[in-house]
């Protein structure tokens, strides 16, 4: 049969639409102005199996073979190739049992068994899960996980690297050929299966160049319409050569050295098969053996990645074989530069250049160049494919830009992915995407947002500059960046980053690989504390070459701006790259700092001596710009920067680039200390509820086994987030130092929290596991893995105590995320906020430099003559404060640190919490004010013996002079501590230390070691003095990742350098233009003696804006009315910030850490106004 006339040219673009670069000026979207092929209707049940064969029906099948082995030559016919297909379905179907929405992982390299089982597993709805061969046991764990298949086909030497649950069938085995053979199955089977094209075909591995490698659903649908957009562009293709009067291009021979696991490999078979064209299948990339292979096969066309073609223009080889029957290489993976394109042409210049570009979420197509002329469009990766849109979106703004603009490239049409795959099988074996996960990559509207900075110019041609992710920030300049981590490691945050320009690292190495003394070359970020990161270049030299680093770099210096030169050469053998030809920055990254870690002391496992450890950070105490502190007025005040500085003493910190986390700096401070060896030491934890204690020694080996089975058992790694979910129990602090310990991010949240708000925090956070409580599991996302805590499988984890010595020693970063806290519940949707381990070592340090000072103190007070305390008895510290907020869990690790006692309690009450304080002779206890309002008007409190309490820590929100006043009346010797912190600060920055600091009611106390603070004038951004109200801003190692700015904190600070919190400034009234802080009412009704609690929110009024409103819970007994309570706060107030109306309420919602849910008050009063 001949084959099919041409199709007519592409009609002209729509209305509005430029015809050259298909720009729509009114809606700043890019259209394809490639003619549109024909889909299927949607809603027709499809394979992409079936489609590919419908293509093949009307087409001639001569002789040409669909596979060929480039080792061996042996080769697979059309027609045994479908038989094959078939004959493997059936097996699949009727002997193994599998159904539409089965996922089968296959692990093998490029063998001719591949594409049938491929074609095979689709033809009957089941989903193909291709993974890279070489991968570590622990890969496999993390993709069995993230796809969760029915079965494996591996090869044999693949096979034993498999998770044991998983059902292996090995390729080549007497039981594949059992599958694979005819015997009359297939007629057993459905005739057809009833897959919807919206189904997913194909799960593939992404960026694990970049991390931990995610799944992305490809349906079936995505794939037919790649195979028509190949088949669109063939038709071009043959219309220009009739054009030309010319015959058109033969079906192709194509040589795959890519793998057939990757998506370019993968997608490059189904265009293959569906076109009837030839496949000669490489198991493994070697560079002479593809040349063998083009000269023996008469191979047409190449897909490669750059790499590869950089070696063809450069090696004898490639000059010494015969590839005159190559026609074209089509270009992928990578960018491609200009400079090695037209040196590509001027060696071969009979071989067309088809540049393409796409992503495993786009199914591997978006644009190509097609036919000779979009060819020479060196530099460009052609134009939109058919039936695709695309945006140039500005990433700073979100604005979409317009022809020759460059932003982030935006794509939609049918190749764009069903979503990201965290999948769990469902009970009719169905899977599902992880719509968080999707979200993150593809909008409401279908945007698939790629990452990569790109241009349109006005012919419609895209360009990609680079990964948005991969650019360095050379002193404010963006140059390159894989290494954000880089600049959490290496400038310090008083260095602010200005962006000025977009740099990409893929223009120097086009660069650097046109120069002839170079064979290949790569660049990525090199920390430096002055600029931030230096360009660094590796250079692969070309044999014989003798060229030096000086002159590579005059090389790149001559053709760039100078913010662009490279700074640092490295030479090695080879530039690691994935098997798709991507540049394996990460590889290099790692090199880089170990470059640095080679002039750093080696890092330290047990004990850190002192010497080391006093480094004195970039925001010490000394006044900046030459300006002096005040220490007489003792406020820490520095007129000329404008700044606060913390006037104690700090504690030395480990060097900042010393490998360590906080469990590690935890455990070194133990381990000279006396839990550990001093026979009849308190115990690191109790539970309040049953007396149950774990001694230090069982703490830190309960850490330290655990530790071993997350490693080793369940796969977890550094980076990898954790959420725990559970009430304060024995398991749970074990539990976050274990994973600390070996570099996992800890993510606790509340287990009173609902289905939604976890789905809220999964989506934030990401986590890789989630351990929870048995009363939570059912409440989670069910595309969570969990290990719910006290189970079975929990025990083994705890108990697999060899595991540790298994595994590697643990390098993790101090600049490395330690946990992921939730912040700001009370004031809308949670926030997830990133605590380094240096940020937590921090709190560590301070905690201890505070409490060694009051030592001093009182060792000094003894030397004048002053009658010596008593000796304080081994802190034992209640915890009622639940431990994924930010006190409790902070607390936490100050208290193991210090080898002091936590007794936990599950739940809070004030009953059993004066209970505790008795029976467990506890000296601290940790509070929010509530808790001491009740402590001071409970009667319960009263009878029991208490008197072990040495001291109240109080934080979660302010607590009033009065309140103070009446608990110091009622307990004497108890001493008030307050504090301040945010979840933001890792918890304290401001504290209180020794009964004279104590003794300053209203205060949170002074600013912690090594905290700087500004109060700053909201309306004139002004620094303002001691004893003026403003914005708390606040810089220090304890602050989440560089500086807190805004924390929207209403504070003074008094020239005794005392800090005072006067409320939120998003929670201050506006009343007739006056600001109301309710902190400020509240604290004044809660002194009186018939008010048991109380809060204050806006009351919208249509006069004055808003009005206080008073909402008042009566102590028992008490007949207050409202009257009375307005009139109590205006005794004290001014006119406006009187208290205008008062409802009677039976108790006042709080957070968990005693924060005033004013939300909630707010939509009563709302819900109030409204029945009125």
């Known amino acids: 049969m001949a084959d099919p006339a041409p199709p007519p040219p592409p009609p002209p673009p729509p209305a509005g639409i430029d015809a050259r670069s298909g720009f729509c000026a009114a809606t700043r979207i890019f259209h394809s102005t490639r003619a549109p092929g024909d889909l299927p209707p949607e809603s027709l049940p499809m394979t992409a199996a079936a489609y590919a064969f419908s293509l093949l029906s009307s087409s001639t099948l001569p002789g040409r073979p669909a596979l060929v082995d480039a080792a061996t030559g042996i080769a697979v016919s059309y027609p045994s190739f479908l038989a094959a297909v078939r004959s493997l379905a059936g097996g699949l179907w009727c002997s193994l049992g599998l159904r539409p929405g089965d996922v089968a992982l296959v692990v093998a390299p490029s063998r001719l068994e591949v594409p049938v089982l491929d074609f095979a597993l689709m033809s009957i709805g089941a989903v193909v899960s291709p993974a890279n061969p070489a991968s570590t046991p622990e890969e496999y764990a993390h993709q069995v996980a993230l796809s969760r298949p029915v079965v494996a086909f591996a090869a044999p030497e693949v096979a034993a690297k498999l998770p044991g649950h998983v059902r292996c069938v090995v390729i080549g085995s007497d039981e594949y050929g059992r599958l694979a053979a005819p015997d009359g199955r297939r007629a057993a089977a459905p005739a057809a299966v009833a897959v919807k094209q919206s189904d997913t075909a194909a799960v593939l591995y992404s960026s694990g160049t970049t991390g931990r490698v995610k799944a992305v659903a490809i349906t079936h649908r995505n794939l037919i319409a790649l195979m028509s957009l190949h088949a669109d562009n063939r038709e071009k293709v043959a219309r220009e050569a009739a054009e030309a009067g010319e015959e058109p291009p033969p079906p192709a021979v194509t040589l795959l050295p890519i793998p057939l696991f990757h998506v370019f490999g993968f997608m490059m078979v189904l265009r293959s098969v569906s076109m009837g064209e030839t496949s000669v299948l490489m198991e493994r990339f070697d560079f002479i053996a593809a040349l063998r292979a083009i000269e023996r096969y008469r191979v047409t066309l190449l897909p490669a990645a750059p790499p590869v073609l950089v070696a063809m223009v450069k090696y004898e080889e490639a000059r010494r074989r015969d590839l005159s029957s190559l026609l074209v290489i089509g270009i992928g993976g990578a960018p491609l530069g200009r400079e090695v394109a037209e040196q590509f042409a001027s060696v071969f210049p009979n071989v067309e250049l088809v540049q393409g570009y796409g992503l495993t979420e786009s199914s591997g197509a978006v644009a190509a160049t097609v036919g000779p002329e979009e060819s020479k469009a060196y530099g460009s990766v052609g134009k939109l494919g058919s039936h695709l849109q695309a945006k140039i979106v500005d990433p700073s703004t979100g604005e979409a830009l317009g022809p020759g603009q460059r932003g982030e490239l935006w794509v939609r049409g049918p190749i764009v992915m069903k979503g990201k795959f965290s999948c769990e099988r469902s009970l009719i074996s169905r899977y599902v995407g992880d719509d968080e996960a999707t979200a993150a990559t593809v909008d409401s509207e279908g945007w698939l947002k790629t990452g990569d900075l790109c241009y349109f110019n006005e012919d419609g041609f895209l360009y990609i500059v680079d990964r948005l992710k991969e650019l360095i920030k050379y002193k404010g300049y963006q140059v390159t960046a894989i290494a954000a981590q880089l600049v959490q490691n290496y400038i310090h945050a008083s260095h602010l980053v200005k962006v000025v320009s977009q740099v990409p690292p893929a223009e120097l190495e086009h660069i650097l690989q046109s120069h002839p003394g170079i064979a290949d070359a790569a660049v990525i970020p090199y920390p430096d504390e002055e600029a931030g990161e230096l360009p660094m270049a590796f250079i692969v030299r070309q044999p014989g070459s003798n060229i030096t680093k000086e002159q590579v770099m005059d090389y790149v210096a001559k053709q760039v701006a100078p913010y662009k030169k490279v700074r640092r050469v490295a030479f090695v053998t080879a530039i690691p790259k994935s098997p798709a030809g991507k540049i394996l920055r990460r590889e290099l990254v790692q090199q880089a700092l170990s470059m640095v870690s080679k002039r750093s002391p080696p890092p330290q496992r047990a004990h850190i001596p002192m010497a080391e450890q006093r480094r004195r950070p970039p925001y010490a105490s000394s006044g900046a710009g030459g300006g002096s502190v005040d220490r007489r007025s003792r406020s820490g005040f520095c007129a000329a920067t404008r700044t606060f500085h913390s006037l104690r003493s700090a504690g030395p910190l480990p060097p900042e680039e010393l490998p360590l986390t906080v469990a590690a700096y935890a455990f070194s401070l133990l381990s000279s200390a006396p839990p550990l060896v001093v026979a009849g030491r308190g115990p690191a934890l109790v539970d309040a509820a049953t007396g149950i204690a774990v001694s230090y020694p069982a703490f830190v080996a309960g850490v330290r086994s655990l530790a071993g089975g997350l490693w080793c058992s369940l796969g977890l790694r550094p980076g990898d987030v954790a959420l725990v979910v559970s009430p304060s129990r024995l398991d749970v602090p074990v ?40 009363e939570v599991a059912a409440r989670l996302p069910r595309h969570v893995s969990r290990v719910v805590i006290g189970s079975e499988v929990f025990d083994r984890l705890a108990s697999a105590g060899g595991g540790w010595a298994a595994s590697p020693a643990v390098a993790v970063k101090q600049s490395s995320t330690a946990a992921l806290l939730y912040s700001s519940g009370t004031t809308g949707r949670v926030k997830a906020v990133a605590i380094t381990h240096r940020n937590l070592i921090a709190q560590i340090s301070a905690y201890n430099a505070i409490r060694e000072a009051a030592a001093r103190e009182a060792a000094s007070d003894a030397g004048k003559g002053k009658p010596p305390p008593p000796s304080p008895p081994a802190a034992v510290t209640l915890f009622p404060l639940p431990l994924f907020h930010v006190m409790g869990f902070g607390l936490l690790t100050r208290t193991i640190s210090s080898g002091e006692t936590a007794v936990v309690m599950r739940r809070f009450d004030l009953a059993a919490a004066a209970r505790a304080v008795e029976r467990y002779r506890v000296t601290k206890l940790s509070a929010a004010p509530p808790l001491v309002v009740a402590l001071a008007k409970s009667d319960e409190a009263r009878r029991r013996d208490l008197s072990s309490l040495v001291a109240i820590v109080v934080g979660g929100a302010p607590l009033g002079r009065e309140v103070s006043q009446r608990f110091a009346a009622v307990f004497p010797s108890v001493q008030i501590v307050q504090s301040y912190g945010l979840t933001e600060s890792t918890g304290p920055v401001a504290t209180m230390a020794g009964p004279e600091e104590s003794a300053a009611y209203g205060s949170v106390g002074r600013l912690a070691p090594r905290v700087q603070a500004k109060i700053v004038d909201t309306a004139t951004g002004e620094a303002l003095g001691p004893g003026r109200r403003g914005e708390l801003w606040i810089r220090g190692p304890v602050a989440m990742w560089v500086i807190l700015k805004q924390l929207q904190q209403r504070s003074l600070q008094t020239a005794d350098g005392y800090l005072y919190i006067v409320d939120r400034l998003k929670e201050l009234i506006k009343y007739k233009g006056y600001q109301v802080p309710p902190a400020e009412l509240e604290h004044i009704l809660q002194s009186r003696p018939e008010i048991a609690d109380a809060a204050v929110v806006p009351y919208p009024d249509e006069e004055a804006g808003q009005l206080p409103m008073a909402f008042v819970v009566r102590q028992p007994g008490a007949n207050l009315t409202e009257q009375q309570v307005m009139n109590c706060v205006a005794k004290h107030v001014a006119p406006y910030k009187k208290v205008r109306r008062v409802a009677f309420v039976n ?26």
């Open 735 to 774: 539990l976050h130092f274990a994973l600390m310990s070996i570099g996992v991010v800890v993510s606790p949240a509340n287990p009173a929290s609902t289905a939604d708000e976890y789905a809220h925090q999964v989506r934030l956070s990401r986590p890789a596991v989630a351990f929870v409580a048995p």
């Open 1147 to 1172: 108790a006042i919602p709080k957070s968990p850490a005693g924060k005033i849910l004013r939300r909630e008050l707010v939509q009563q009063a709302m819900a109030s106004s409204s029945r009125l």
